[in-house]
């Protein structure tokens, strides 16, 4: 098993519904994630890092994170176009990426 | 401050050919990092450098070698370029394991 699997996609969702991205991770002992954006042709950036249980609200970001489960979430609400990207979810304290969900936002 | 910088944005190279790519980076981070991305493979590291004077191998190390030239630059060498080797090679940098600042990357295509 990989030590932190996505959804490869793309993952398709109309313009100003909720985009659900999901990753889930084996090493019970991680602790805290990072949420990466990546627009094709570009290098990734930070868009949110969570490392207690329950959510985190950065304006139309959420991130979740359920250790019990082992799996975290990045929601983005009011989907917008310029949302359409890949997204990829990340350990903190080990160097690694899952390879991403591609999402697409319909105009 | 420029970021990471990598240098050059694209190159083309003939199967056995060498080059180095280079990165440097004006943040004063003690981690650096270079991974190639493919389609479908997501980030994949192939050398880091935790701090100036080191260097560790990653998943995928094989036909590559780094040097941490200094506290800035960290430059990753192709000794006998492969057509496997055509990706996208993307530099970073974060202080010890925190958040990566990625360079704008470099598109290699080997022949």
């Known amino acids: 098993q990989k030590e932190v699997e996505q959804n490869s996609g793309p993952l398709s969702v109309p313009e100003g519904a909720i985009a659900s991205l999901n990753c889930t991770y084996s090493?019970?002992?991680?602790?805290?994630f990072f949420w990466y954006r990546q627009y094709s042709g570009k290098s990734p950036e930070l868009i949110m890092f969570?490392?207690?249980?329950g959510d985190k609200e950065d304006g139309r970001f959420t991130a979740q994170l359920n250790k019990a489960s082992q799996y975290v979430s990045l929601l983005i609400r009011d989907s917008q176009p310029s949302d359409s990207a890949t997204y990829l979810c990340?350990?903190?304290?080990?160097?690694?990426f899952g390879k991403g969900t591609r999402l697409h936002i319909l105009p | 401050n420029a970021g990471v910088t990598q240098t050059p944005k694209f190159q083309v190279l003939k199967t056995g050919q060498s080059m180095t790519l280079q990165c440097a980076q004006d943040?004063?981070?003690?981690?650096m990092y270079w991974y190639r991305q493919d389609p479908g493979m997501g980030l994949r590291l192939i050398y880091y450098?935790?701090?100036?004077?080191?260097?560790d191998k990653g998943e995928v190390p094989n036909g590559y070698n780094v040097s941490r030239l200094n506290k800035r630059e960290f430059s990753l060498r192709l000794e006998s370029a492969a057509p496997s080797q055509t990706s996208v090679y993307f530099c970073?940098?974060?202080?010890?394991?925190?958040?990566?600042?990625f360079g704008p990357g470099t598109r290699l295509t080997v022949l």
């Open positions: 970073a940098s974060s202080v010890s394991y925190n958040e990566q600042f």
């Open positions: 090493d019970r002992g991680s602790q805290s």
């Open positions: 969570i490392y207690s249980n």
């Open positions: 990340a350990v903190k304290d080990k160097i690694i």
């Open positions: 943040m004063n981070h003690n981690s």
């Open positions: 450098s935790a701090s100036e004077g080191t260097t």
